[in-house]
């Protein structure tokens, strides 16, 4: 029989031809940079979980972003530390907070930055929950209330998009409510739509220390096992006026995404979270596979599956490898 007149191999001769056919193509524009942002002045508190990253006054958060700015990423997502918990979360909404102070001082002095808000109350309360606890229990609606006022400050300070992350019923419908009745009818909303449940979030919650006191996630972060019920969630929160959807953890997600690409036609936003870039961080540090090329494939896979927009801790990093690719 003759050898079949397809020879695949054809186009993979050389790097030119390889990427002349290349069919996903990771740039720096759809990156997010994620920062966590704490008191005081020259503070630059490495996290131990997180190599690489770190807890950042807003003068030093200010100097990072400038470089992001720089590298050409588009956009950085804030997680605030605050100095005070309670309950009830309140510093999460004070107009004064960590994170509102942030972008008033990003907005200023770091220009044409887009600033993404993370919108829960978790790393603001006592207890470590996104929600309001009622005798063990996680209250939804009346943590709406709170949610609402957490964006309110946040449109108020100069945020450029929100971004709930906490996952009650409705949060979407009610922020997008606040936020037109605030005067804000134009700001957008990325919402975590799909937001699993995962082990992948146990560096965050070091860095945020906001792990919870109590129980776990799992009455209100979805199970890792339903695929058709993440689909229900992302539909859900279009329809409620999402603007941008995520799903989040990335890598273990990617049937996720790919699945609302094929069925959402609004931007998708995935998170590759803290675990996944701890558990590369670490194999390259103990010499087993190679930091960068582990980087780029976890990112393009992200990609690949039908993601727009990555948030990811690799993001400067990424962005001066694509930068220079493309020089």
């Not at 992948?200 to 220390?209: I, L, M, S």
Request: hydrophobic letters at 45%; a neutral charge; glycine letters at 6%.
């Amino acid at each position: 029989m003759a050898f079949p007149r397809q020879r695949l191999r054809r186009l993979r001769q050389s790097e030119p031809l390889r990427r002349m056919v290349r069919e996903t193509r990771l740039s720096t524009p759809d990156l997010i940079a994620p920062f966590f942002v704490t008191g005081g002045r020259d503070r630059r508190d490495a996290i131990s979980s997180m190599p690489g990253q770190y807890r950042l006054s807003v003068d030093l958060l200010v100097k990072e972003a400038a470089e992001v700015k720089l590298l050409g990423i588009p956009a950085v997502i804030l997680f605030g530390i605050p100095d005070r918990r309670d309950e009830r979360g309140t510093a999460a909404y004070d107009p004064n907070g960590i994170v509102q102070q942030a972008v008033r001082a990003l907005k200023d002095q770091v220009p044409g930055l887009l600033v993404v808000t993370d919108v829960c109350i978790d790393e603001y309360t006592s207890h470590g929950h996104c929600g309001l606890v009622q005798d063990g229990r996680i209250l939804n609606d009346e943590t709406l209330e709170c949610l609402r006022a957490v964006a309110r400050t946040h449109a108020e300070a100069g945020a450029d998009i929100v971004a709930p992350s906490d996952m009650m019923d409705g949060r979407v419908g009610a922020i997008r409510g606040e936020l037109d009745r605030a005067g804000f009818p134009d700001l957008p909303i990325m919402a975590y739509a799909a937001k699993f449940a995962s082990c992948f979030y146990a560096p965050f919650r070091d860095a945020a220390e906001s792990s919870p006191k109590f129980g776990d996630r799992q009455s209100y972060q979805m199970d890792l096992a339903n695929a058709r019920e993440a689909i229900r969630e992302i539909e859900l929160d279009v329809e409620e006026g999402a603007d941008i959807v995520m799903v989040k953890p990335a890598m273990p997600c990617l049937d996720i995404i790919a699945a609302a690409r094929s069925r959402v036609l609004l931007p998708i936003a995935a998170y590759q979270v803290s675990g996944e870039y701890s558990m590369i961080k670490a194999a390259a540090r103990a010499g087993w596979l190679g930091e960068t090329q582990a980087m780029m494939e976890s990112l393009l896979s992200i990609k690949r599956a039908g993601a727009d927009l990555i948030v990811t801790y690799f993001a400067k990093d990424a962005a001066r490898l694509l930068n220079a690719s493309c020089a």
